[in-house]
């Protein structure tokens, strides 16, 4: 079992920076891929960025390339959404999942945390 918990969301003018952790619990954090979505007001859930296991291979949906970066610390059982130049479209609940292997699908993962607000004003 992997509990997830988000946390580093708030409020960000466009052009603006913001990093999201995500702390997990269990002793198998290094073993699973992470991603993180998100779900703006409205829209349907999206793939954001996935990190395999080891960090060695990470994915971003085309919205954030080059803009957002994803990492891991298994030392710290944390994986990290570092966002730039971030705007208003950003805006939504962001939410990271564990997966036995890497997955831009919601549904292909083992594990979601809560969610954390970002909100990107213009």
């Known amino acids: 079992q992997v509990q997830l918990v988000e946390s580093g969301g708030g409020l960000v003018q466009a052009g603006g920076s913001l990093r999201l952790s995500c702390a997990a619990s269990g002793r198998t954090f290094s073993s699973y891929a992470m991603g993180w979505f998100r779900q703006a007001p409205g829209k349907e859930r999206e793939f954001v960025a996935a990190?395999?296991?080891?960090?060695?291979?990470?994915y971003y949906a085309d919205s954030v390339k080059g803009r957002f970066t994803i990492s891991r610390d298994n030392a710290k059982n944390t994986v990290y959404l570092q966002m730039n130049s971030l705007k208003p479209e950003d805006t939504a609940v962001y939410y990271c999942?564990?997966?036995?292997?890497?997955?831009?699908?919601?549904?292909?993962?083992?594990?979601w945390g809560k969610g954390t607000l970002v909100t990107v004003s213009s």
């Open positions: 999942a564990a997966a036995q292997r890497v997955s831009g699908s919601w549904d292909g993962m083992d594990y």
């Open positions: 990190i395999s296991w080891s960090g060695g291979s990470t």
